[in-house]
Nanobody
């Protein structure tokens, strides 16, 4: 049983920051390629970020504002979100290949 559990979502004002975490368990030996997607009702799921050997890769809409990092020992990926905008409001999903987390709600007020 593989599980990805997200945490850290919440309500924040525009310009503020939020930190999301995703912990993998259940037989996962590597978190290479673990990343984040987001989705707002009525819109398609959007790529946010993925952890890489030299840092991370980001979707165009979050470049310069979000930073992804990982802790291999904890099987955890962290997404630091700064300078948040109302358009960042969405459910954020942790992803690793075919596996998805339940999602965590991020709401940014203007």
């Amino acid at each position: 049983q593989v599980q990805l559990v997200e945490s850290g979502g919440g309500l924040v004002q525009a310009g503020g920051s939020l930190r999301l975490s995703c912990v993998a368990s259940g037989g996962i030996f590597s978190i290479d390629g673990m990343g984040w997607f987001r989705q707002y009702p009525g819109k398609e799921r959007e790529f946010v970020a993925i952890s890489t050997w030299n840092g991370g890769r980001y979707g165009d809409s979050v470049k310069g504002r979000f930073t992804i990092s990982r802790d291999n020992a904890k099987k955890m990926v962290v997404l630091q979100m700064n300078n948040l905008k109302p358009e960042d409001t969405a459910v954020y999903y942790c992803n690793l290949g075919m596996y998805w987390g339940q999602g965590t709600q991020v709401t940014v007020s203007s």
